[in-house]
């Protein structure tokens, strides 16, 4: 999975995720005169993998690479990529720090001790690298703090900064011509906080920010595109949660009850985790 190059549609072409080493969807967005990049990819490898299939169906003619936040499953490529970076004045910052961080297994497993790297991210980082690890953390050219338009040739893109649980400089992109929203990992729950969580207010506030584009394909970084139908269920889903952990609060048994009653079912392996996120999200206010 994720080794071949797919057409989103007229003008969108993506690598699909990969969940070995934990490598996002990579998107390029055609215009008439150049292509833009979403994201930079997970490593070298993993960006000389997509540059080639792009190659392949002679997509060339670069603008840049936008990187919807800072994580290293979505930046670690930027090196290999070599050209123009575009990125929330945050995605900067959060890249400055780590930039002088040894990836040792050593230094990896200490700072997981720490409390300052996501376990997952540890072994994932481990896995994609093997023993030759060259991480080469490379800062974005261009930073921006809300929003900003690129024309394409045809094709304009809308990139903006939503922020929200998973992180603070996450930042969407949204494709008006081919009615694509590109949505990062912004929708997930938070990896740097002891337990991952969801608070009520972000996820609000997050939820109305997306809302307010017209979008029928919905692009989230680490599963397959959803339709406008699947993905207005799930965030069905995410309000009637907020809502009902504003009123249970961390009575975790009323809360999973009402909601079951709610969906008339059982609750998935899913959802059980996202309320465990709200209620993780509770107890730091
Ligand atoms: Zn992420």
């Known amino acids: 999975m994720g080794k071949n190059l797919k057409q989103l549609t007229n003008r969108i072409y993506y690598l699909p995720h990969n969940s070995e080493t934990d490598r996002p969807i990579l998107s390029a967005i055609c ?22 299939e792009l190659n392949k169906y002679q997509i060339t003619n670069y603008h840049s690479v936008v990187l919807t936040h800072w994580h290293w499953d979505h930046s670690f490529g930027t090196n290999e990529m070599n050209i123009l970076t575009i990125a929330h ?20 497993d200490s700072r997981v001790e720490k409390g300052l790297e996501n376990p997952f991210c540890s072994e994932m980082i481990k896995k994609e690298f093997g023993v030759d ?8 050219n261009i930073t921006f703090k809300e ?9 304009r893109c809308i990139v903006k900064h939503v922020g929200g649980d998973h992180s603070d400089d996450s930042s969407l992109i949204f494709v008006e011509e081919e009615k694509v929203i590109f949505l990062g990992d912004c929708l997930y729950p938070s990896i740097y906080t ?9 996820v609000r506030r997050l939820l109305e920010n997306i809302e307010m584009f017209d979008a029928e394909i919905y692009v989230l970084s680490h599963e397959s595109p959803l339709s406008k139908e699947n993905f207005i269920g799930y965030i069905q889903l995410l309000k009637l949660i907020c809502d009902l952990t504003e ?12 909601l079951a009653t709610r969906l008339n079912r059982k609750l998935s392996q899913l959802e059980e985790e996202i309320v465990y996120c709200f209620i993780n999200g509770l107890s730091v206010d």
């Open 194 to 202: 002891q337990q991952p969580q969801y608070t009520i207010d972000n």
């Open 133 to 140: 690890r060259n991480i080469t953390i490379t800062l974005p």
């Open 31 to 52: 215009g008439v005169h150049q292509t833009l990049i979403v994201d930079a990819g997970n490593s070298d490898k993993h960006a000389k993998l997509f540059l080639k």
């Open 247 to 258: 009123k249970h609060q961390r009575n975790h048994l009323s809360l999973v009850n009402e």
């Open 89 to 108: 004045e945050n995605t900067k910052i959060h890249l400055e720090k780590i930039m002088e961080y040894d990836w040792s297994d050593e230094a990896l």
């Open 147 to 155: 929003k900003f338009e690129i024309d394409l040739g045809g094709i």
